[in-house]
């Protein structure tokens, strides 16, 4: 069984930074075989992605409004993904979910692992 562990949300000023982890363990999960999202879902709106990497290649996307203040990156020995977080605004208040799956996709539903979710928020 595949398990992902978001971890490194809180409380953070606008400008301010976070790093977010997600730890995936479970026997049988290749992890140069998959792409790592992480997403975010703030209060009701839909869950949307902000970055994915490509484990194998390491290949990189991010959405517009994350460009340049996030870097997504990954540490094969540790099996994690981070979310480096800069200048965080109050419109990055949000669960943030990273997830598994076999491509890059900006569509939660190609993912096939979550992990459980941690929150930001962000004040003004």
């Known amino acids: 069984e595949v398990q992902l562990q978001a971890s490194g949300g809180g409380l953070v000023q606008a400008g301010g930074s976070l790093r977010l982890s997600c730890q995936i363990s479970?026997?049988?999960?290749?992890?140069?075989?998959?792409?790592i999202g992480w997403f975010r879902q703030a209060p009701g709106k839909e869950r949307e992605v902000s970055s994915c990497?490509?484990?194998?290649?390491?290949?990189?996307f991010y959405t517009d409004n994350v460009r340049g203040r996030f870097t997504i990156s990954s540490d094969h020995a540790k099996r994690t993904v981070y979310l480096q977080m800069n200048s965080l605004k109050p419109e990055d208040t949000a669960v943030y979910f990273c997830a598994a799956g076999p491509a890059f996709s900006n569509i939660a539903s190609d993912y096939e692992n979550w992990g459980q979710g941690t929150l930001v928020t962000v004040s003004s």
């Open positions: 990497i490509s484990s194998s290649d390491r290949s990189t």
């Open positions: 479970g026997s049988g999960f290749n992890f140069d075989d998959h792409v």
